[in-house]
């Protein structure tokens, strides 16, 4: 079964960075783009960044942009996000996405805390 595995969180102070992890399984990884989101607690979900299939494009939300890395090692089925320079408004629960056969695929999500 599709199964997506976040890790990487953690507490950073502002100015710091963190990488997150999505580990894939279940499905033909290097075939799907994978999407980051994030959820601050009151807000609604919002996405972050995505890694298409094909080559190494990419899109990030303006937020970001300039900030934030996506990659994917298609051999590890692992998409990773680089989060450098990162604020006290990156403060999230950060998980990653996968639509395959048309049907949403969730991690459970890994914490982010950016604070002093």
């Known amino acids: 079964q599709v199964q997506l595995v976040e890790s990487g969180g953690g507490l950073v102070q502002p100015g710091g960075s963190l990488r997150l992890s999505c580990a894939a399984s279940?499905?033909?990884?290097?075939?799907?783009?994978i999407t980051w989101y994030r959820q601050a607690p009151g807000k609604e979900r919002e996405l972050v960044a995505r890694?298409?299939?094909?080559?190494?494009?990419?899109i990030y939300a303006d937020s970001v942009k300039g900030r934030f890395t996506i990659s994917r090692d298609n051999a590890k089925n692992t998409v990773y996000l680089q989060m450098n320079s990162l604020k006290p408004e990156d403060t999230a629960v950060y998980y990653c996405?996968?639509?395959?056969?048309?049907?949403?695929?969730w991690g459970q999500g890994t914490q982010v805390t950016v604070s002093s």
């Open positions: 279940g499905f033909t990884f290097s075939s799907y783009f």
């Open positions: 996405k996968a639509v395959v056969w048309g049907k949403d695929y």
């Open positions: 890694s298409f299939s094909a080559g190494s494009f990419s």
